[in-house]
């Protein structure tokens, strides 16, 4: 899952998109380039996201940029309201 898109189902941030940058048991580790970033990333149940399967991050060699996080998220919701 670490790469793939996912927005929130549960919260004060339901709705959100974020980009899964770790996993742990029953937990994933999400970030969104800009209020969480990679070096604080938001710690989520699985079942309070839904994964977004059209589109996915290469992990980098040497961990994600918070800058291509935002990017790539930039480029979703922008392809989403187009296709509306």
Same mark, same amino acid.
């Given at each position: %899952? #670490?790469?793939? *898109?996912? $927005? +929130? /189902? &549960?919260?004060?941030?339901?709705?959100?998109?974020?980009?899964?940058?770790? @996993? @742990?048991?029953?937990? $994933?580790? *999400? &970030?969104?380039? =800009?209020?969480?970033?990679?070096?604080?990333?938001?710690? /989520?149940?699985?079942?309070?996201? =839904?994964?977004?399967?059209? %589109? =996915? %991050? @290469?992990?980098?060699?040497?961990?994600?940029?918070?800058?291509?996080?935002?990017?790539? #998220? /930039? %480029?979703? =919701? @922008?392809? &989403?309201?187009?296709? +509306?």
């Amino acid at each position: %899952m #670490i790469g793939m *898109l996912a $927005v +929130s /189902k &549960a919260g004060h941030d339901r709705g959100t998109t974020y980009v899964i940058i770790g @996993e @742990e048991n029953e937990y $994933v580790y *999400l &970030a969104d380039g =800009q209020v969480r970033g990679v070096d604080k990333p938001k710690k /989520k149940n699985k079942k309070h996201i =839904q994964v977004i399967k059209k %589109m =996915q %991050m @290469e992990k980098p060699e040497d961990g994600f940029v918070d800058l291509e996080i935002k990017r790539t #998220i /930039k %480029m979703f =919701q @922008e392809g &989403a309201n187009v296709k +509306s």
